[in-house]
């Protein structure tokens, strides 16, 4: 990004009166440090259903390919009574269906045993005992067309929680194919994750095949198990991700957004270099638009010279997108991963085989856990003199340098309003930050 300053001694003796209007941060504003801890609290808790324990029970064992099969109307209630209260004051409910386009409306797709209509809901009775009566709603969804969702939940005072679902594939009487987990997100929600792409996502990021992209990062700390939706689509480019980012965004309450488009852009050089760039660049600010932290991987490579003739320009464009917006996360380099290792590309040279998706998984999980979950090893919002905190020194080091004295070695954490310049607005901004921490 390139960046205009202004250095004047108005602007610095300003700041005061700019900060009084400041209400809240600008939406660009994202704070990088370590991620909070959401872990699955619900795993083989007591599960209820009409269909029956037993089909209950699959909805929340430790395996991926079970499921809770029912036909609606019907529920799955968890009794999360023996975790900590503390645990479940707030919970981030989510359900995963199998099928292997997130958003059927795009592309021609088809539901397949997906939700359409339910709601959420919590009770206070004791533990134990499945209760009949007094369910509290908390969330309600019509016309839902995701093969997965997330709800953030204010359970205090409950020990239950279901998912009551009255119609399925747009109809009641329609198949039910779910696993459903709820994870603690008592101290807010932190480590949810979504991943928007093209088929090679869709492939490649579900968690009901092989071992998935949350237990990997789980296997590598303890401490953490993502909530992850798949959000891949076969056949999709960047012109139809960006045409629907905001309404999937609406539906999304985490804070990882990977956008990982491009294979089908390059095939045939159907899109060009140059607006593959303008529909990922237009992604990357609908996500900071929200609040959330885009993620962006490079392109993979492929032997098919379709898509492999095209690539060294596509992903050009990715790197531009990473010198244009520090905010983005640096996903894997997908390029230079299948590069190194063809052998795990299929036979059509474009898709992953089996061993190829789970090498994908597994640097996802490397790449995710080196870049936003060690403490210290992101890039910190307001840190000026990069010693890894915002404090009262960067705002002195950022007033000195708008009268003329000092030098900003780590600008980009200075221009914090997204325009481009840097002036008291990004000192009134880092005041208050300060003041709210």
């Not at 949810?192 to 296997?219: K, L, P, R």
């Not at 401490?223 to 960047?238: M, V």
Request: charge should be negative; glycine fraction near 10%; hydrophobic fraction near 35%.
């Amino acid at each position: 990004m390139k960046h205009r300053r202004k250095r004047t001694m108005l602007g610095v003796l300003s700041a005061a009166l700019v900060c009084s209007s400041v209400l809240a941060y600008p939406a660009h504003f994202t704070a990088y440090g370590a991620v909070t801890a959401n872990p699955v609290i619900s795993r083989e808790v007591p599960a209820y259903s009409t269909a029956g324990t037993g089909a209950a029970t699959s909805g929340n064992d430790k395996f991926y390919y079970s499921f809770w099969n029912a036909t609606a109307p019907d529920y799955l209630a968890y009794d999360l009574s023996a975790v900590p209260e503390a645990q479940r004051k707030s919970v981030t409910l989510v359900w995963y269906n199998a099928t292997g386009q997130f958003d059927y409306t795009i592309l021609n797709g088809s539901p397949n045993g997906m939700p359409s209509d339910y709601t959420v809901e919590v009770n206070s009775a004791p533990g134990g005992t499945y209760p009949e009566e007094g369910w509290e709603v908390r969330a309600t969804v019509t016309g839902n067309t995701l093969h997965s969702r997330q709800h953030v939940v204010d359970m205090t005072g409950c020990n239950w929680i279901r998912l009551h679902v009255t119609g399925s594939d747009g109809k009641e009487g329609g198949y039910i194919s779910i696993n459903m987990d709820v994870h603690t997100t008592a101290e807010g929600v932190s480590d949810s994750w979504i991943f928007y792409g093209d088929s090679i996502t869709a492939c490649g990021m579900m968690n009901c095949y092989g071992t998935g992209f949350a237990e990997y990062v789980h296997q590598i700390d303890s401490t953490y198990y993502p909530i992850q939706e798949n959000g891949g689509i076969g056949g999709i480019r960047s012109v139809e991700g960006a045409a629907n980012m905001e309404r999937w965004l609406e539906a999304f309450p985490g804070k990882y957004v990977s956008i990982a488009y491009g294979t089908n852009d390059a095939w045939g050089n159907q899109t060009g270099a140059a607006q593959y760039y303008a529909n990922t660049a237009s992604m990357v600010e609908q996500v900071l638009a929200t609040g959330k932290i885009p993620v962006v991987p490079r392109i993979p490579y492929a032997t098919e010279p379709g898509v492999g003739d095209n690539l060294a320009a596509y992903n050009a464009m990715v790197d531009k997108i990473y010198e244009n917006y520090p905010d983005v996360v640096k996903g894997p380099d997908f390029e230079a991963y299948f590069r190194e290792h063809p052998e795990l590309l299929s036979a059509d040279g474009v898709h992953p085989s089996e061993q190829g998706y789970d090498g994908m998984r597994q640097l996802w999980a490397q790449t995710m856990y080196d870049a936003v979950y060690k403490t210290g090893d992101t890039p910190v919002a307001g840190d000026l003199n990069q010693d890894g905190a915002c404090t009262v020194a960067d705002v002195v080091l950022l007033q000195k340098w708008l009268m003329g004295a000092g030098t900003l070695t780590n600008w980009q954490a200075a221009e914090l309003t997204g325009d481009g310049v840097i002036d008291s607005a990004d000192l009134c901004i880092l005041r208050r930050m300060l003041t709210n921490q």
